[in-house]
């Protein structure tokens, strides 16, 4: 599964939509490939629609968005239609969440999140081709999808469909991906040898299934990086890096990855002092030994090779995790992209 070309990719929150085509034109000035959308408040594809205008060319995707609270027809005209704004440049990167927000918060159904989320690929495909033929047709465990009228169809476009990526972190997961997905979103917490534990193998047992080689998924990795020339620099960047990691090393779901890498409990004295609402507390158990493992640290000069080195040949995309940090390190990051992707 070795990876020739590795694009770079920057990832933002979505912004007022005021602002996103700034950050979009900024983004393909720089020198990305392209920019990844989460979805927190703000919906991500609002933000990837505006892009899309605003820097033609640039490509986009969402990192994830939320798959329940939307019928896999909704979510697939509104890849489609940002694939056809785009060109063909859209990837549509969908993710379960956790039960909390899309019970509580979203308000729809939680169970069995892996086989409903499987099922949900293959609607959201056959939604792509009934676009094209005019007939949909899929029945699966939880979606049944058999109608469609020319009026409620967006018609067919002039560009493939649009590659349908899942945030993947465990196991079944990653076989999931691998037999249904085109790509995999990798968790921030996706160091080298999760990568190679996990990640390769399982999607590789994926693409078996479904009579595919695994090259031909994309492998989407986050990374977080600790860049500057100075001692001073790389010091404030491993404090924000800490605290990153604290957040996402304190849900149970991934502490399996942190005992794998030699930090056993990590996740089990995070949550102590979360539930104790001290946050300080909590960026302090992530040791320099953590940042060593988890995160990237380097001058400007050594910071692609030091990426390639770690995740070429697993990774067809980086996502930089904070390089929209301020104007002058957006423009350094933009020239490191640029060195990993000629490479």
Not at 92 to 115: A, D, K, N, S
Not at 252 to 259: E, K, M
């Given at each position: 599964?070795?990876?020739?070309?590795?694009?770079?990719?920057?990832?933002?929150?979505?912004?007022?939509?005021?602002?996103?085509?700034?950050?979009?034109?900024?983004?393909?000035?720089?020198?990305?490939?392209?920019?990844?959308?989460?979805?927190?408040?703000?919906?991500?594809?609002?933000?990837?629609?505006?892009?899309?205008?605003?820097?033609?060319?640039?490509?986009?995707?969402?990192?994830?968005?939320?798959?329940?609270?939307?019928?896999?027809?909704?979510?697939?005209?509104?890849?489609?239609?940002?694939?056809?704004?785009?060109?063909?440049?859209?990837?549509?990167?969908?993710?379960?969440?956790?039960?909390?927000?899309?019970?509580?918060?979203?308000?729809?159904?939680?169970?069995?999140?892996?086989?409903?989320?499987?099922?949900?690929?293959?609607?959201?495909?056959?939604?792509?081709?009934?676009?094209?033929?005019?007939?949909?047709?899929?029945?699966?465990?939880?979606?049944?999808?058999?109608?469609?009228?020319?009026?409620?169809?967006?018609?067919?476009?002039?560009?493939?469909?649009?590659?349908?990526?899942?945030?993947?972190?465990?196991?079944?997961?990653?076989?999931?991906?691998?037999?249904?997905?085109?790509?995999?979103?990798?968790h921030p917490l996706g160091e080298p040898g999760y990568l190679a534990r996990h990640v390769v193998p399982n999607i590789a047992a994926g693409a078996q299934k479904s009579n595919r080689s695994p090259s031909d998924l994309a492998v989407?990795?986050?990374?977080?990086?600790?860049?500057?020339?100075?001692?001073?620099?790389?010091?404030?960047?491993?404090?924000?890096?800490?605290?990153?990691?604290?957040?996402?090393?304190?849900?149970?779901?991934?502490?399996?990855?942190?005992?794998?890498?030699?930090?056993?409990?990590?996740?089990?004295?995070?949550?102590?002092?979360q539930k104790a609402g001290d946050f300080k507390g909590m960026a302090a158990q992530i040791t320099d030994d953590h940042l060593a493992v988890f995160a990237t640290e380097s001058t400007w000069d050594g910071l692609a090779d030091a990426?390639?080195?770690?995740?070429?040949?697993?990774?067809?995309?980086?996502?930089?995790?904070?390089?929209?940090?301020?104007?002058?390190?957006?423009?350094?990051?933009?020239?490191?992209?640029?060195?990993?992707?000629?490479?």
């Open positions: 599964m070795y990876r020739s070309t590795v694009h770079v990719d920057v990832m933002t929150v979505p912004l007022p939509l005021a602002l996103i085509g700034d950050t979009a034109r900024r983004t393909q000035a720089a020198g990305f490939s392209g920019l990844l959308l989460t979805e927190t408040g703000r919906t991500a594809y609002l933000n990837a629609a505006v892009a899309a205008q605003a820097a033609p060319g640039l490509e986009l995707s969402t990192g994830v968005a939320v798959a329940f609270p939307r019928s896999p027809f909704v979510t697939a005209a509104t890849a489609w239609e940002l694939q056809e704004a785009t060109n063909g440049k859209f990837r549509l990167g969908l993710g379960t969440q956790v039960r909390t927000h899309v019970v509580r918060r979203y308000g729809v159904q939680f169970e069995r999140p892996g086989p409903r989320l499987h099922d949900y690929v293959h609607a959201v495909k056959a939604c792509f081709a009934a676009f094209r033929t005019g007939t949909l047709d899929h029945h699966g465990e939880f979606y049944d999808l058999d109608f469609i009228t020319p009026q409620w169809s967006p018609g067919s476009i002039d560009a493939p469909d649009p590659k349908v990526d899942i945030a993947a972190v465990n196991p079944w997961m990653l076989r999931m991906a691998g037999e249904v997905a085109d790509g995999v979103h990798v989407i990795v986050p990374v977080m990086t600790i860049v500057g020339d100075t001692d001073e620099e790389r010091h404030n960047e491993r404090e924000l890096a800490r605290a990153s990691m604290s957040f996402y090393a304190s849900t149970p779901n991934y502490s399996f990855i942190l005992d794998e890498a030699g930090f056993e409990g990590t996740t089990a004295r995070l949550r102590e002092k990426l390639v080195a770690k995740y070429a040949g697993v990774a067809t995309r980086i996502v930089l995790y904070n390089a929209l940090a301020d104007a002058e390190r957006f423009e350094r990051y933009g020239e490191v992209a640029q060195r990993i992707s000629a490479s």
